[in-house]
């Protein structure tokens, strides 16, 4: 049992130093995640990684239980997505600015990029994907939100690279194909 299963294990207990213990040690690969997170954001983008990590900690060490270092960190890749979107969708409310965007001002041009709706439609792709096939929505997770390796992700699935190359290469064509239905993109 690795060290943070363990840290996982005596939170579900009741320990209540155990919370305390857990930050330090997923810290930096939670901020790893949520920096490749952002970096996919389009330019202009409020949230920093670090704010993404605490309000990721924050929901992941409410009521919920986790079985496994694998089971924490696909929940905290889960819990990134889920603010990145809500976060999308706030912007995009037109109670902040709706279809308006914020466009960087130089002195050679003054033309904004085109909205990215990518996010909020992988998201709805991604919901889809999960109520038929879970696992496949798992591995998305992990290898998109959480830029784990093929080897990585193969490890904490308990599966062969060779079988999660090709489930990502199913998963992947599947949600395009959602994403181009449901949106034109």
């Not at 949520?34 to 920093?48: I, M, S, V, W």
């Not at 409310?93 to 085109?114: F, T, V």
């Not at 909020?120 to 889809?128: C, R």
Request: neutral net charge.
């Amino acid at each position: 049992m690795d060290e943070v299963t363990r840290i996982l294990s005596a939170i579900e207990q009741g320990d209540p130093s155990a919370a305390e213990q857990l930050l330090p040690l997923v810290y930096d690969e939670l901020r790893r995640l949520a920096g490749a997170q952002l970096a996919r954001e389009k330019p202009g983008q409020t949230l920093e990684a670090t704010a993404l990590v605490h309000e990721a900690y924050l929901r992941l060490v409410g009521d919920q239980q986790f079985a496994n270092s694998r089971h924490f960190f696909a929940a905290a890749a889960e819990a990134m997505r889920r603010i990145l979107v809500e976060a999308a969708r706030r912007k995009a409310r037109l109670k902040h600015g709706g279809a308006r965007q914020r466009c960087e001002l130089r002195e050679d041009d003054l033309i904004s990029p085109p909205p990215d709706d990518r996010l909020l439609a992988l998201d709805e792709a991604l919901s889809q994907l999960a109520a038929v096939r879970p696992d496949l929505a798992e591995l998305v997770n992990l290898r998109y939100f959480a830029q784990m390796t093929v080897e990585q992700t193969a490890e904490l699935l308990h599966t062969s690279p060779r079988t999660v190359k090709r489930n990502w290469v199913y998963a992947s064509a599947w949600l395009r194909r959602a994403m181009e239905r449901d949106t034109g993109l």
